[in-house]
């Protein structure tokens, strides 16, 4: 089963410096941290931020191509989460037809931010996430897993940093 997230915010990781983007559920129960490159995080905090740029950015010529040829992202999907390595589904559709193409996360996130279509993380990619040591990125016990999502869980909006693009 599919459950609805939102970006909630993209922060650091101050062992790495690498850019996280956290996914949290309507609700606000559920936690995904997934960790991302510096030009995808800087992708998704100026979609955030409603920066627009001068001339189109990846994501933004995607989501130009998408329009002018008449085919709508309906939704986005994290779909797996393997060997620390998340997965996601964009889900098309053209012509009445829909299908779905593979795709890394933020990416999927960026592109459905601008078209503001709805992003799902699968129950099953959010009971493995628990289980990721978010320093080392390493599987360790549960426990560990655990103290990183209840910490993440409980940031409220004006706790969270804003991503310095």
């Not at 995808?40 to 998408?66: C, Q, W, Y």
């Not at 592109?111 to 978010?134: G, N």
Request: hydrophobic residues 45%; contains cysteine.
């Amino acid at each position: 089963m599919s459950i609805p997230m939102k970006v909630f915010g993209l922060t650091i990781d101050p062992l790495t410096n690498s850019p996280i983007m956290i996914l949290k559920n309507l609700e606000g129960d559920k936690t995904v941290p997934i960790w991302i490159g510096l030009l995808e995080a800087t992708a998704i905090a100026g979609e955030l931020e409603h920066v627009k740029f001068s001339r189109p950015m990846t994501h933004d010529l995607m989501k130009n191509m998408m329009d002018q040829l008449g085919v709508r992202l309906a939704k986005v999907e994290i779909c797996d989460l393997r060997d620390n390595t998340f997965f996601a589904l964009l889900y098309l559709v053209f012509k009445d037809q829909e299908f779905s193409m593979d795709a890394r996360p933020s990416d999927a996130i960026a592109l459905a931010l601008r078209a503001e279509a709805p992003i799902y993380v699968e129950e099953q990619v959010i009971l493995k996430s628990k289980d990721v040591d978010l320093g080392s990125k390493e599987e360790v016990q549960s426990a560990e897993g655990k103290k990183w999502t209840e910490i993440l869980e409980s940031l409220s909006p004006d706790e969270f940093g804003k991503y310095k693009m």
